[in-house]
Nanobody
Framework: QVQLVESGGGLVQPGESLRLSCAAS????????MGWYRQAPGKQRELVAT???????NYADSVKGRFTISRDNAKATVYLQMNSLEPEDTAVYYC??????????????WGQGTQVTVSS
């Protein structure tokens, strides 16, 4: 089992920044991808950004150029630096980890979520 604990959410004004952190614990060996998803009220959960164990990144078009994902493999922690925040970024942000459990099998793990609210 992998436990994911997020921190860093809060209330900010448009144009401000926040940094989210997510620490993985438990059976963290063979975690191959970590990342962030978000879910706004009345909407489906959507990808924000992911990062592989080798450092390859993937971003949603809506956050490219504003958000940066990074990862500390030694600490099993993933970060999301969010700049130039917009009201449309308001959502619950969920940490995500994909772990290899067999030659061809993987399991997905999710954190409990942290609220990010962008409002003036």
């Amino acid at each position: 089992q992998v436990q994911l604990v997020e921190s860093g959410g809060g209330l900010v004004q448009p144009g401000e920044s926040l940094r989210l952190s997510c620490a993985a614990s438990g059976s963290i060996a063979s975690i191959i991808t970590m990342g962030w998803y978000r879910q706004a009220p009345g909407k489906q959960r959507e990808l924000v950004a992911t990062i592989s164990s080798s450092g390859s990144t993937n971003y949603a078009d809506s956050v490219k150029g504003r958000f940066t994902i990074s990862r500390d493999n030694a600490k099993a922690t993933v970060y999301l630096q969010m700049n130039s925040l917009e009201p449309e970024d308001t959502a619950v942000y969920y940490c995500y980890a994909k772990k290899r459990v067999s030659f061809s099998g993987t399991l997905d793990y999710w954190g409990q979520g942290t609220q990010v609210t962008v409002s003036s």
